[in-house]
Structures are given as C-alpha cells and as structure tokens.
C-alpha cells in the first residue's frame, strides 16, 4: 500500500474542499480507510472512516458537513468537506486499515487551511 493525499488548500470559512486519497499499489479495495488530520500542536484525531462495504462513521465535529466515499475501481477514498471552520484547519492524513492483519498504513498529509 502507498498512499497519496492531494485535494488540500487555503478555503474561507463557509467553502468547500475534496481530499483525495489513492493507493498507486491498488490494493485499496479491502481496507478499511480513514481520514484523520492534525493541527500544530495537537494529536492527530479521527475524522471519518468508510468500511470496504461502504460503511461509514464520522466525528462529532464534521458530522452532517463532510463526506467520506470511496471508488474501488480506482483504488481512491474522497472527502468531502462542506461548511469549513477554522478549526478545520490541520494536516489531513490517509490511512489504510488491514483488518486481517491489523496493520496500518500512512500517507503524507495535505494541508487545509480555513482563513478569511
């Protein structure tokens, strides 16, 4: 599994962005993906996670404005996000969950930036 994070950028609060997330390996299909991001300072949390079946689970914090999915044939898990507040501002890492052997696998963050 590689994974690349791209979609990150500077957004006024209110706007709107989508992350994506692709594994140049392709073998993406059977993981569990996550979304997690990190502000200067803070741990890295949970943000939104999308099981191989589609299934999703959301932070409280962008629960109803953003949106995880995910697109098999393209080995790509997205994120949507609506509404961005300033605290939405982070380092926005991909993660690959392998239930079978319970590893886990990192790509390089992307940067999002709420500011007016």
């Known amino acids: 599994v590689q994974l690349q994070a791209s979609g990150g950028g500077v957004v006024q609060p209110g706007g709107s962005l989508r992350l994506s997330c692709v594994d140049s390996?392709?073998?993406?299909?059977?993981?569990?993906m996550a979304w997690y991001r990190q502000a200067p300072g803070m741990q890295r949390t949970f943000v939104a996670l999308i099981t191989s079946r589609g299934s999703t689970t959301y932070a409280n914090s962008v629960k109803g404005r953003f949106a995880i999915s995910r697109d098999n044939a393209k080995d790509t898990v997205y994120l949507q996000m609506n509404s961005l507040k300033p605290e939405d501002s982070a380092v926005y890492y991909c993660?690959?969950?392998?239930?079978?052997?319970?590893?886990?696998?990192w790509g390089l963050g992307t940067q999002v930036t709420v500011s007016s």
């Open positions: 993660n690959a969950h392998d239930g079978p052997t319970n590893r886990n696998y």
């Open positions: 390996i392709g073998a993406l299909s059977s993981y569990v």
